[in-house]
């Protein structure tokens, strides 16, 4: 085989592809109507204009390179780096299959101690070797590599003359990770596992990279395998894979990734982010895009393989082959970057799959032409298993990515930050830099809009400004008449949309009439409660993950907003500043602790139903999607929620009914222990009271 720098093959497939599309930017976002998303795309697209800056600048083959280097380094950093050592494979042939023109061995490796991957490899039974080899892919199915439209392209690659090697991504496949109550095992999916890892300081595809790149390492212990000849290609959730396999991998010489190319102000505008796996701590604010994925592959050959009508918007796709096409020229390799598009729906079709064995062929094997699909018949499920009973987990003992994942926490839960400091106005810059957000702040803007009766009670609504973009809606409630005295204040951090209503909130009347001023504050990024669901990527999940790729978190941005309600109201006439206290129901309850810690003045705080701990969240065997709403990119690395009370200093810090995920039946206990004389723990709560603050 020729070295691939391919001025020998100059070939077009007019018969599939579609002319290469004109160099135009995606079109811009459109307002929301949810004003957040108006805030952080208004960061994003600041973010978006400096890149364009940078690719602007690339003027020299020289530039290129600088740039790929910046790419590959920037996506190590966003998944945490990969391991060190490269431990043996213990690589098993189970058994194997033989068929007219190829064989399917049933494949099983370690990609780390432990971690057991299921793999099938088609080989050709027909021609001399070795073979060229591709890695392949596999998209977001039950199935996994046992996937019909997934076996038919393996089994074409392989009738073309090329080995393939197709495994289980986490999750899928023979690598399920949790069993329901009666034993049986289920699809866990990637995002429970996946809003684990980021606390960690990584990304789940860590792991998925990982297990490609040993997959690798497994090709050339081959000697059928031509290791100049090593291909990455899968749709989906595969062509995620095979797109990040092609700037971490350097041994792959040829990619053909489908249905996952577009751009972001693309995604970002239609529906993204998607799944855990494709968020990228600050991918946007570090101006990494698509196709940066193309230029820190160039110029190696790669095709685009696109539908119009996919989930990955084709006007994004567009705009990422208009950024990669020059930097193909300057390097003189323009042939070597091809785009396909085709007029069908998101998914690995007929069209796109032939794009691929046309691809493959031509750069391994210097063939051209069309290629047409033959008819084959695929395996069972059962047919393709490396494994006994058809799972890791049950047959090999196989670590799932949460115990993965835990592994990481607890080695970094032992060197965080704060348990080895004793300074707080250190620790509370630690905690700021590590929650995102601002470790001063500026005067809010606080303005009144309007004063009624209801029920007895007197109800000020006003509207509190932390920054530029962000407009907080409180209600300020007390006793219909005005007494002209200072009084206590209770700040509740409501975890809903729904207005005060006095008349049936018990706990709130009960604190009016103790004589309390209650402040009920709506922090930013709330939704009406029937848009609060557990599956698919709600507006809540999409908001904290596209505020993680700029460089925000959902936490830092509410406890921004918390401490701007603090600050407004602590300036009143009617208030004893010295008696403000702050209850956090649900999630907020966490937002409540962060303030505590954060500003010295706030007299008590209540978590009300709040988590007791990330290390209790890593724990876990599956966490709901909502959580999202908590995730602080690599907040192991600094601290846990009980340092963050150690912070806030002993007498201040009350926990109402604290919610454990990994153990619901111990949470108190575990409470009690982990936060020590720093929390005071009280379980069994209706309704939060005044005595909760004695």
Known sequence: MPQLKLAAFVFVLPFSLSAAPAARKAPPPPAEKYPLQNYLTAIAEEQWRARDAHLAAIKTPADVAARADYVRTEFLRALGGLPATRTPLHAQITGTLVREGYRVEKLIFESQPGCFVTANVYVPTKGAGPFPAILGAQGHSIEGKAYPTYQTAFITLALHGHIVLAFDPPGQGERFEQRDAAGKMQLLGHFSPGLQCMLTGGNIVRYFMWDGIRAVDYLLTRPDVDPKRIGACGNSGGGTQSAFLAVLEPRIAVAAPSCYWTSWPALWAKAGPQDPEQVLHQTIKRGIDYSDVLIAFAPKPIIMLTATKDSFPIAGAHAAHAEGKPIYSLLGAADQLEFFEYNDPHGWSQPRREATYAWFDRWFYGRSGPVQEPTVKPETIEALQSTATGQVVTALKGKTMQQLSLETAERLYAARRLAQMDNASDA???????????????????TSTGTRMQSGHRIETAEIAPEKGITLKV?????????????????????????AAPEWDRELASWIESGYMVVVAR????????????????QRYRTAMRAITIGKT????RVQDLLAVYDGIAARPDVTAKEISVIGRGQMGLIALYAAAM???I???????APLSFRDVTRAKAIPSLFADSIVPGVFFDFDLPDIAKVAGSGRIVLVNPVSLADP?????????EYGRNARVVPGVTNVSPRDLE
């Open 475 to 499: 209600e300020i409630i007390g006793p219909s008449a005005a007494t002209g005295a200072r009084r206590p204040v209770v700040i509740i951090a409501a975890d809903t949309e729904s207005p």
């Open 554 to 557: 959902m936490s830092g941005m």
């Open 428 to 446: 509370r810059a630690v905690i700021a830099a590590r929650l995102e957000m601002p470790l001063t702040r500026a005067k809010p803007t606080v």
């Open 665 to 673: 039946a111990t949470a108190a206990n575990t409470a009690r222990t």
């Open 523 to 538: 922090l930013r990024g709330l939704l009406p409660p029937d848009k609060l669901t557990e599956f698919g990527y709600t």
């Open 603 to 609: 007299r008590k705080i209540v978590a009300d139903g």
């Open 599 to 601: 500003e010295p003045g």
